[in-house]
């Protein structure tokens, strides 16, 4: 029997523009790309804004905390938004959310109206990437999930190499208010791109198998099989969050912050990029635990760069070239990972803990150093995140034993099948 006319409208509705080539996902990237452009310069940038309003560090560090506070907030409600929306219209509203008020930061540097404006654009940008990871696995397919992360990690890397250091250099050299402007503009510039990609209309949690892409068990393994790449992710994001909020502040010459984020930044991208064609060729998880290691090694080298007078401008090179390789790494595992473990009916479950876990360690980061940097000085707090990363490491150890025990099941039911349809013949 054939497929009936409904596969058919269903097929054509999403084989014409699906895969790594097809127009959807491009149209993904370029979003994808606006709306970061938005988010990444700005998580050095608004701590700078409210230095300049007087706010001290902690005060400096809670501007990234509210957005990350107000982005989880909206991830833990992402089962009633999947129950209404399709994923392309919560990609466009959120785009929305985090580009317009973002026009509003000039309007004054007092530290309650930042943070009330960090916390719209948090609600956005959690509801920006969240959808962005989730189009992911519905447009690619999964043999080439691994690269299709890769690819989407590019594009989410890409303004932080340009946008990050070059929001900084232009606050401190153009103004702050160019700097708002172009960020605004770039993500609400996003949301018609959005608009034009090309999936099922049906709500984002009709595609996730149920209304609780969140919690529902039968969805593809409960989230207990989630828990190790989460804890993972959270905990190297919350040395990004430090590093991002703080580093302009650690390091006494002007030009060094600047080209050390730039340097993690384009890491970071030849991170996600390499453990893509990993995943793909030699197996999932495989670079775990490299992952943590590089990201505990560049936090130390980050603590040294804050405590030296001479050569730290070379330290905070290298060890932004360490972390932002090992993050990189990192991030694109614990995503496909997770993907592979929720299967295909769990994706909005397993895109939404993988961001919670991205933006809640980056906010809690950037407030925890802020904190600890009254007791111990930046460089104390950059190094126990170097600890903390260290005391985790076993968890990648036990994921990547358990993804390549998956991956001998996987290959030996393979190799069961060849022979049984060799039989049958």
Sequence with gaps: MGPSTQQRI????????????????????????GTFSNYAPLLSVTPLWSAEGGAGNTGVGAATGMTMATTVGVQLCMRRLFARFTLRQILIQGALLLGLPTFAYPVSADLGWVLTICAVRGVGFGMVAVAGSALVAELVPPERRGRGVGCYGIAVGLPQVLCLPLGVWGAQHIGFTTVFVAAGALSVLAAPLA???????????????GDDPVGEESAGGGS??????????????????GVTSFLPLALERPSAAPWALFLLSAAVVAGRWAAGVVNDRAGLGRLLVPGMLACAVGMGGFGAAAALDGG??????????????????????????????A?????????????M???????IGALAVGVCSQLVGLEGAFTGCAVLI???????????????RADRAAAGERRKGMGQGTQDI
């Design 10 to 33: 269903r097929r054509a509705g999403t084989g014409r523009a699906a895969g790594m080539g097809g127009r959807s996902f491009l149209l993904l990237l370029a979003a994808t790309f």
């Design 195 to 209: 608009a034009g990609i090309g999936v099922r209309e049906e709500r984002a949690g009709a595609q996730a198998g």
């Design 224 to 241: 207990s099989h989630l828990a190790g790449p989460f804890v993972l992710l959270i905990v190297a994001a919350c040395a990004l969050g």
């Design 312 to 341: 730290a401008v070379v330290v905070a090179a290298v060890a932004a070239t360490l972390y932002g390789a090992g993050f990189g790494a990192l991030q694109n595992d614990t995503l496909v990972v997770m993907f592979r473990r």
């Design 343 to 355: 299967r295909q009916g769990g994706h909005g479950r397993a895109s939404t803990l993988w961001n």
């Design 357 to 363: 876990a991205y933006d809640a360690g980056t906010g």
């Design 390 to 404: 260290l005391l985790a490491a076993h968890l990648a150890l036990r994921d990547a034993r358990f993804e390549r």
